[in-house]
């Protein structure tokens, strides 16, 4: 990667900003952040670890921003904090002794697996930034249907 000069460093600064919104309305910012880092000049390994690290901030102020949200949820939800973190560092471990062609091939199926559902995304996305109140029922009526079962407190 060469010297990073101001509109290269423009679009860095933009693709994160977003990506941090995106992430703290409903996820998926590294949509945004990682194709940025790559295009800069970056290699596909280091440029997810960066888009990784970067977007960290806007999770914890996401969290912040939805604490008295996150204080009504039911206790067993706590237990999806272990798994997470057991495989959030499993999966730092292996991106590690990943050699970068396998990655850079897995990358296309990586972000089908997680973003490729049958609702389009970006419906999604803006449909949760735009009403988010009525966005959360008309997901509830969703799992409601699908079989889940919805506490009301």
Request: a neutral charge.
């Amino acid at each position: 990667m060469t010297a990073l000069d101001l509109p290269h460093a423009a679009a860095a600064f933009a693709a994160a900003f977003l990506a941090g919104v995106i992430n703290s309305v409903a996820g998926g910012g590294t949509l945004v952040s990682f194709p940025t880092l790559i295009w800069l000049g970056l290699p596909s390994v280091t440029a997810n670890a960066t888009s990784t690290v970067a977007i960290w901030p806007a999770a914890v102020s996401s969290m912040f921003g939805y604490r008295r949200e996150l204080s009504t949820a039911a206790p067993r939800m706590l237990i999806l904090v272990v798994p997470s973190l057991i495989g959030g560092i499993a999966g730092a471990l292996l991106l590690r002794v990943t050699p970068p062609s396998l990655f850079d091939a897995l990358v296309p199926f990586l972000i089908l697996f997680k973003y490729g559902r049958p609702r389009g995304y970006l419906t999604d996305l803006v449909r949760s930034f735009f009403a988010p109140k009525a966005w959360c029922a008309l997901e509830r009526d969703s799992q409601q249907r699908e079989g889940y079962v919805i506490e009301e407190e």
